[in-house]
């Protein structure tokens, strides 16, 4: 559509680095079960309207977006257009700094979607840029792509991992019976998008009397058209302050992925899982970081879940519904005991799925939240 065509809207003017930004977007997604810690990070390069080169990080230890791009790109990077999804990193790590590789490349813009709040960059790689007299824009679809990174902006800026809150619940608010029974209350298709969220996560979090019950492995099993072997699973962790994990849990057969916040076992250390000494959620949450564990997902029954809710610990809560009816006896999605409305957990309307018979609600906390 023509800039000057009297028809047209407002909101019918695209703007062009906004569309090569969405590519770079799409590009990043490609890297989302495999870079761990890593950000996910993609980048387009165009010259004179025209792609010339892409790529994307696909895996700690390998190169990162930019270099793949500016491969590809060659000697037509020269008076080129970067764009970025995430600040181009300023230090030596396993690879070279990116945004010094775009001014030898000879790039005249870079265009940047997220500043990267790691101490090791934060600003840094946007002053190396500006420094050689490459024009810098930043902020252009910052929204979109940080919403690829939530874990490690967040566990950057703040020292703790992003954290998602998953529930599977009847329409009467019930995730197991008395008996401690749930398998299943959502369909298939639900439990197949819960494979995204582990595949995502650093960490998975359990209690142990979810182990005791239904004796899950937590880990990624299916992921479409995927290949498994190239993703990195997350890390198991349990919750298990007595030391009842039993010897012969599913979870341990592989051991050397397994975390448990516990008194010190002889028989868990001789299989390699990692002991952790802390007494406290929050303490768990930044000793996981430590780890570079950036998100994680709570998977775990009431009590914990609740405790993580109470205490304010959940940047995220994604809530399967089945429509189905449990009844009374059956145990509550949340069992903390309030008294008055001021008490009450507030939450904010992300978006709504279906699956299968199923509905998915991603909430986070509202800010008027007592
Ligand atoms: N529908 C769903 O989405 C879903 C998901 C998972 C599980 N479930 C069901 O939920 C049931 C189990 O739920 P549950 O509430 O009995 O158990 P849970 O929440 O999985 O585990 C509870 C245990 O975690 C530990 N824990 C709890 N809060 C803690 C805290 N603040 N700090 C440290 N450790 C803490 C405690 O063990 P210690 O005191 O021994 O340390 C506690 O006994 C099972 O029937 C399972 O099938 C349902």
Redesign the pocket.
Same mark, same amino acid.
């Given at each position: 559509m023509s800039e000057f065509d009297s028809n047209s809207k407002p909101e019918d003017y695209v703007n062009i680095d906004q569309v090569w930004m969405q590519k770079a977007i799409e590009l990043a997604k490609l890297g989302q079960y495999s870079t761990r810690p890593n950000p996910n990070v993609g980048c387009v390069i165009v010259k004179d309207g025209q792609w010339v080169g892409e790529g994307f990080h696909p895996r700690a230890g390998q190169p990162h977006a930019e270099v793949f791009a500016m491969r590809q790109a060659g000697e037509s990077a020269k008076g080129a257009t970067a764009y970025v999804t995430l600040e181009p990193c300023a230090h030596y790590g396993r690879t070279p700094p990116c945004a010094k590789g775009l001014v030898e490349a000879g790039v005249s813009k870079v265009v940047i979607a997220c500043a990267d709040p790691n101490p090791l960059v934060a600003g840094k790689g946007v002053d190396i840029l500006r420094q050689a007299g490459i024009e810098v824009e930043t902020g252009v679809c910052e929204q979109q792509a940080a919403q690829l990174n939530q874990g490690f902006l967040k566990a950057m800026a703040t020292g703790v991992p992003y954290v998602r809150l998953?529930?599977? !619940?009847s329409l009467d608010g019930r995730? /197991?019976?008395a008996s401690? =029974?749930?398998?299943w209350?959502t369909g298939a298709e639900s439990r197949q998008d819960v494979q995204h969220w582990r595949a995502i996560s650093g960490a998975v979090i359990?209690?142990? #009397?979810?182990i005791l019950? #239904?004796d899950p492995q937590l880990n990624v099993r299916s992921l479409g058209d995927i290949d498994i072997a190239t993703i990195v699973q997350p890390k198991r962790v349990i %919750? #298990?302050?007595?030391g009842?994990l039993p010897l012969n849990a599913q979870i341990l057969s592989a051991p050397e992925t397994v975390m448990v916040?516990?008194p010190f076992r002889q028989e868990l250390a001789k299989l390699g899982v990692v002991q952790l000494e802390v007494q !406290? %959620?929050k303490d768990l949450l930044t000793t996981l970081k430590d780890f570079q564990i950036y998100d994680v997902l709570v =998977? /775990?029954? /009431?009590? %914990? !879940?609740t405790?993580f809710l109470q =205490?304010k610990l959940v940047d995220e809560l994604i809530s399967y519904v089945a429509p189905t009816f449990l009844g009374q006896s059956a145990?509550a999605m949340f069992?903390a005991e309030f008294e008055t409305m001021a008490q009450q957990l507030r939450f904010k309307l992300q978006d709504v799925h279906q699956f299968g018979d199923d509905i998915r609600l991603r909430l986070i906390p509202s800010q008027e939240s007592v």
């Open positions: 998953k529930v599977a !619940s995730t /197991a019976m401690g =029974e749930s398998k209350i359990t209690g142990i #009397d979810t019950a #239904d %919750l #298990d302050r007595q009842r916040m516990g !406290s %959620l =998977e /775990a029954g /009431a009590t %914990l !879940s405790a =205490e145990r069992n």
